[in-house]
């Protein structure tokens, strides 16, 4: 069983770039499949990216591609979300998952870990 704990949110301005980090420990991070997801005040948790195994796949939701980059660094046993030009409604607590499974997949349900979230504010 893998334990996932995000860091890296905050206050940032329209336009600025953050760094979030997901540090995996208690399993072999190499076998997940990693994602980040976010959710915001009232709404339902939606996806933002996700990596294979190897970090040779990686998908984007339509909202965050092209400023939104997924990594990861297996042999430190962590994923990074890079998020540049930042938008207002960017704005969300952003939750690192995992699964076992080979695959990657939008849904929240075919990830079984997920760390406790990460606050990430947009304003001026």
């Known amino acids: 069983q893998v334990q996932l704990v995000e860091s890296g949110g905050g206050l940032v301005q329209p336009g600025g770039s953050l760094r979030l980090s997901c540090a995996a420990a208690?399993?072999?991070?190499?076998?997940?499949?990693m994602a980040w997801f976010r959710q915001a005040p009232g709404k339902e948790r939606e996806f933002v990216a996700s990596?294979?195994?190897?970090?040779?796949?990686?998908n984007y939701a339509d909202s965050v591609k092209g400023r939104f980059t997924i990594s990861r660094v297996n042999a430190e046993n962590t994923a990074y979300l890079h998020m540049n030009s930042l938008k207002f409604e960017d704005t969300a607590v952003y939750y690192c998952?995992?699964?076992?499974?080979?695959?990657?997949?939008?849904?929240?349900?075919?990830?079984?870990?997920w760390g406790q979230g990460t606050q990430v504010t947009v304003s001026s």
């Open positions: 998952a995992a699964t076992i499974a080979t695959s990657i997949s939008r849904s929240p349900g075919w990830y079984t870990y």
């Open positions: 208690g399993g072999t991070f190499s076998w997940y499949t």
């Open positions: 990596i294979s195994r190897s970090g040779d796949n990686t």
